[in-house]
């Protein structure tokens, strides 16, 4: 994480991994050479001769911003703000972004299922961040676990974020930088193989063309099995070249293109083992099958290997294609920029999900091999347009960016014809429809029946057209905001954006022959304030209130849409204007501090965040926006070097998050139908754990060798609620209360590295040190998803 070089100027790498946020928390820009200062509290910073000898840790400090709308620097921006640098992704030997943001406390990430695809669905703050996730301040929406061969930093503001990127959630956003062209040449590279099968190779080139034109290209080829499980592999390669005009110039445009094809084999975790013989009343706990004895008598050990998918069956490939043009000039203090992006997703996956809703595990010792299937495709064509810089008005410094933006987005969905038979009779064994919940074999020569009762064998094939959905999105947004120095040590910071979002939904085609349409347009204003004072040039303390709206068809098919626009849900909808977009408003207070000549940052954040207008079941069974839910916590984090040679990264997070209201659930006996609040209401929300830490730390013991390792702490996380119920007297009584969950942990990883010689590095991961059985992921009734076991593997860098 430590810079091996002693700082006297800013270079454009440094300067580029530090592109911090501002008011809007993260920046819509690739790296790029610093432009004049934009930092509301530059009155206030030490003379940079006076730190010109300390190491500089990439991606925690620098003097220089740049981007559109960062208004001030992190150490003033009154929001708590995470910067994960590519040193952390790189010692940590993560290859995917769920690998590096298990880096920083208080992320978790969610199970896929049938309403929700497979791919990458951060939590942060308790809140489904599926739809937040930006590469370089463009939103992101297709489906899809996303790589880092291209990653410069990961960018992480939490707290409301509507005012940042439009249509959003509470929790926050995750902002991707991708790698730039830069004014050096250089070639590096690297080359890892470990344990089950690793093979990982990236290449990473840059050639300054002419004077002022920079070409650089990025590429990775990966092949693995999974440590600790059986059959599951991944395979994946991708490419991304980026070409600069006018680097150093005032005017410049950036063409860049960005690839990525995945070939894998889906992982469907472990099964909840659900128990049918508690007394009546009991509160049962259902964690992961692993030791159990069946109903029946069978007893045995699900190892942690132990995977109930079908290779001969299941798949999951996807196509990720991104091109982005970039144009900017700068008229001296004052810059004009636009971001045009066309981006294309394409996933398709036949996936086993090992189901004991129904009881299977218990009961006969056999587990349903439910197919989770799915092929859908989005397209997206993203403007945006930015004008920011500075100016002194009245003896007061504004620090302003202003803007809009232009999408259009669209996605289409469908299923292909795969037979589900959930019943674990003889029948369904013989067809692999189940399997033996102690040792399923992964090559059972599975076929697909036409029916249930068909003997006739068909292909699995996609479904018509005409058994798509297809949803279309169109977004015009004009945004605004503004640092203004109010004095040397008081700071304002001001946010405000103006969104209309039109959608328009297409379902299946019915038996008439008619595909039903379903269009909604909403507009809304969100907004975000915040004031910073500055006891000392380093330090600061704050307070903020930000919005957020989630408006109805937010995450068009592509993620678990709470307020889907169309038919195909369960909830009587009495009328289209009863749709409403989902509220949340968040405070925050907090402290920030720079250490050690600006070489070790510390911040400290407490928040309460209330989501209101969730869109749940009311007691008539019509479609009512009674749900709220209300998350309070505390957070704190570091980011830097505790001393020249030994450098830290990681946190702690406290949440207590409540569902305060989940709606109500119907029960019906004897003919008898009676309401009564949903189980969730008053619950712990799923996907947030109380209580997580990370810590990712380096020590250089000599010039040539580094140590290291991290630490992850995640207590217990909640996947779903259901009660069983019953009727008496004409009153709904619970009989039990049922939650399925996975246990805390604590995770270790080690590695070492030597440097070779000026050109050359080897580095030797190893992650899981304790080959510790632990879940990653919490679904709401099927499953869980259990992580890799111990791993190494040996990393030989070169750089020229």
């Known amino acids: 994480m430590t810079s091996s070089a002693v700082r006297s100027q800013p270079s454009a790498t440094t300067t580029s991994a530090y592109l911090a946020l501002s008011c809007v928390g993260f920046i819509a820009s690739a790296p790029a050479p610093a432009h004049a200062a934009n930092d509301a509290g530059a009155a206030m910073r030490p003379d940079p001769q006076d730190v010109r000898n300390d190491i500089i840790v990439t991606g925690a400090r620098d003097d220089e911003l740049s981007g559109p709308k960062a208004t001030a620097d992190i150490t003033n921006t009154p929001r708590s703000v995470v910067v994960v640098p590519r040193e952390v992704i790189e010692q940590s030997g993560s290859s995917t972004l769920e690998e590096a943001l298990r880096t920083v406390p208080g992320i978790t990430f969610g199970a896929a299922e049938g309403g929700n695809p497979i791919g990458d669905r951060p939590f942060i703050r308790g809140y489904d961040s599926q739809g937040s996730v930006y590469v370089d301040g463009v939103r992101d929406l297709g489906s899809q676990s996303r790589e880092v061969f291209d990653v410069e930093q990961v960018q992480i503001v939490r707290g409301s974020d509507s005012t940042l990127g439009g249509r959003g959630n509470a929790g926050g956003s995750i902002n991707i930088i991708s790698k730039a062209p830069q004014p050096k040449n250089f070639a590096a590279g690297t080359l890892s193989y470990g344990t089950a099968d690793y093979k990982r190779a ?111 069956r299941d798949f999951r490939k996807t196509d990720i294609d991104q091109a982005t043009m970039r144009v900017e000039h700068d008229f001296g203090g004052v810059t004009l920029r636009n971001t045009a992006r066309y981006a294309h997703t394409n996933q398709r996956y036949i996936w086993s999900q090992p189901d004991d809703s129904q009881g299977n595990v218990y009961e006969t010792g056999q587990v349903f091999r439910r197919a989770l299937n799915r092929f859908g495709t989005t397209e997206s064509l993203i403007d945006q347009i930015d004008l920011y810089g500075q100016f002194d008005a009245g003896g007061i410094r504004h620090s302003f960016a202003g803007g809009a933006e232009f999408a259009w987005e669209s996605a289409e969905n469908g299923r292909y014809n795969v037979t589900n038979d959930p019943r674990c009779t003889p029948e369904g064994i013989a067809r692999y429809n189940c399997t033996d919940a102690f040792a399923p074999n992964p090559y059972d020569p599975w076929v697909n029946y036409a029916s249930d009762t068909s003997d006739t064998v068909v292909p699995i094939t996609r479904r018509e057209p005409t058994t798509t959905t297809i949803t279309d999105a169109n977004t015009v947004s004009l945004y605004g905001f503004d640092s203004i120095t109010l004095t040397p040590a008081l700071i304002a910071n001001l946010g405000v954006r103006y969104d209309r979002y039109e959608t328009t939904v297409r379902d299946a085609v019915n038996d008439d022959g008619i595909r039903p349409e379903t269009s909604l347009t909403d507009e809304f204003v969100n907004w975000q304030a915040g004031l910073v004072f500055k006891p000392t040039a380093n330090t600061s303390l704050y307070a903020s209130y930000a919005t957020s709206t989630t408006p109805p068809g937010s995450l068009l098919g592509e993620g678990r849409e709470g307020n889907r626009v169309g038919s195909g849900r369960r909830e009587q909808l009495a009328s289209l204007d009863d749709l409403r977009a989902e509220e949340s408003k968040s405070y925050e207070v907090g402290a920030k501090a720079d250490l050690f000549g600006q070489r070790l940052r510390l911040q400290l954040a407490g928040f309460r965040t209330e989501t209101d207008n969730s869109r749940t079941t009311g007691p008539d069974g019509f479609v009512q926006y009674i749900g709220s839910q209300r998350i309070q916590g505390i957070e704190f984090t570091l980011n830097g070097n505790i001393t020249r040679n030994w450098s830290v990264f990681g946190g702690y997070t406290y949440l207590d998050a409540i569902i305060t209201n989940g709606g109500y659930d119907e029960t019906t006996v004897g003919g008898v139908t009676l309401s009564a609040p949903d189980a969730s209401t008053g619950k712990r929300s799923p996907n947030t754990p109380e209580h997580s830490a990370t810590l990712w730390t380096t020590y250089q013991v000599t010039p040539a060798l580094s140590v290291g390792g991290g630490a992850t702490y995640m207590s217990r996380v909640y996947g779903g609620y259901a009660d069983q119920r019953t009727i008496e007297n004409g009153e709904v009584v619970v009989t039990k209360r049922l939650a399925r969950a996975v246990p805390g942990y604590t995770r270790f990883d080690l590695t070492a590295s030597y440097r070779i010689d000026e050109h050359f590095d080897l580095r030797v991961n190893v992650q899981n040190l304790t080959d510790k059985r632990y879940y990653t992921k919490a679904y709401a009734s099927h499953y869980a998803a259990i992580a890799p076991g111990r791993s190494a593997f040996a990393t030989l860098s070169f750089r020229y």
């Open 202 to 312: 990236t290449a990473d080139v840059n050639y300054r063309v002419a004077d002022n034109i920079a070409f650089r290209l990025n590429a990775m080829w990966h092949d693995q099995d999974v440590a600790g499980r059986d059959a599951v592999f991944q395979k994946r390669w991708g490419v991304a070249p980026a070409l600069t005009v006018g680097i150093g110039q005032p005017t410049q445009l950036t063409l860049s293109y960005y690839h990525l094809s995945t070939d894998e084999l889906p992982d469907g975790g472990i099964p909840y083992l659900y128990t049918i013989n508690n007394a009546p009343g009991d509160d049962v706990l259902t964690f992961p099958a692993e030791d159990f004895t069946a109903a029946n008598g069978r007893s045995g050990s699900i190892s942690r290997d132990t995977f109930y998918g079908l290779v001969d």
